[in-house]
């Protein structure tokens, strides 16, 4: 691929310019780097700031929020757990008990528990792939 190509790609992703190095290969960041422990998400202090969270889905169960469907997941990282809701979805492949992932979102407190509601977020590889 040309200079001129990579350079559109690296604004795509919004990567800096060449510093070093493919700017498109992975960091080498462990994922839950820069992430915030649940147990400092509880309280009306955190409630409303975007936070980073890691942790294993303990259980993914399928509900109704408002007459929609919603999917949702406990989150724990072995200081607490919060909630993770996607509304309007049933179901989404790879999201299941056991599996790890790291949740991008707005802290929300629901009936005194953490919430993150429609979260990015990034499937982390299972131990034997």
Sequence with gaps: MSAEGRGWLRRLFGRSEPGG????TPDPEPPDAGCTRIRECAGE???RRIVRVSGTLRTVTERTVAG???LQAELDDGTASL???WLGRCAIAGVE???S???VGRIAVT?????LFNPRYQ???REEE
């Design 111 to 115: 009936h005194g528990r953490p919430v």
């Design 21 to 24: 190095g493919d700017d498109l």
């Design 68 to 70: 929609m469907p919603a």
């Design 97 to 99: 008990p056991g599996r």
């Design 123 to 125: 499937l982390q590889p």
């Design 101 to 103: 992932l790291v949740a």
């Design 83 to 85: 909630d993770v809701v």
């Design 45 to 47: 202090a955190a409630e």
